[in-house]
C-alpha cells in the first residue's frame, strides 16, 4: 500500500463517520431522551467500528499522516480535504 | 475562486445590505455549505454578523483550549461535560483498570464528544472521539 492510497482509507473513513455523526441532531429531535441515548451509543460503537478496523491500521502503517491529520483540521477543519 | 468567495463573503457581512434581502438570495441550507475554517476569513468581532443569515450564533465566551495545547483554538462544552482534556484524562484512568464491560463504557465515556456543536463538515469531533477510544481501549484493538 502506498500513501496516497492510505489517505484515500482515511478520507472514506472520516466521510463515513461524518455520515453517522449528522445523525445526531436529528435523533435528537426526534426521539425520547431514551431512545436517543440508546441511538448515539450505537452511533458512536459504529464510528469506532469504522475507526478502529481502517483508521488505527492504516496510521499504524504511516504514523506520519497523524501530524499530517492534525495540520489539515487546523488548517480546513477536515482531516483529509 | 477565491475572488468570487471574498466577493460573496462581503456581501454576506455588508451592514448596508437589508437582512431580508440577504436571506433571499440564499439557498435555504446554505448554513451546510460554511467552510470548517470560516473564523480564518472573518474580521474579529464580526462572527455574529457572518453566522445570523444562516440562523446560527456564535459564542465568543465558550471557553476555548488554550494555545499551545494540541487543541488550541478549539472550541470546548460550555459547562465542562464534553471538555477534550478532561475526558482524555478519565480514558487514561480508565485504560489502567480491569474490568469486562470496560469498552461500553469507554464508549460511554468518549461518545459525547460527538454531540459538541461544530461547523458542518468539520472532523474535530470524530478525530477527538478516535483519540478518546484509543486512549481508553489502545490502539491494537
Partial sequence: MNKDIAREIIRASFKCGSEL?????????????????????????????IQSALLNDTLKRFPELKSEIEQNLKRTGRAMP | MPGAFYFWLSLMTSTEIPERQRRHWMRPDARNFIRPDWRNFVKPGFENEFLRPYGLKYSPDQPRVPAGNPDGGQWTSEEGSTDVNAILGRARQLAATRRSNKYLECLDLCSPIL?????????????DFHRCMNECLGDNR
Wanted: hydrophobic letters at 30%.
Fill in chain 2, 115 to 127: 454531540e459538541r456543536w461544530q461547523t458542518p463538515g468539520a472532523d474535530f469531533n470524530q478525530w
Fill in chain 1, 21 to 49: 455523526e449528522s445523525l445526531l441532531p436529528a435523533l435528537k429531535k426526534g426521539c425520547s431522551a431514551k431512545d436517543y441515548n440508546d441511538y448515539t451509543r450505537r452511533v458512536a460503537k459504529a464510528i469506532d467500528g
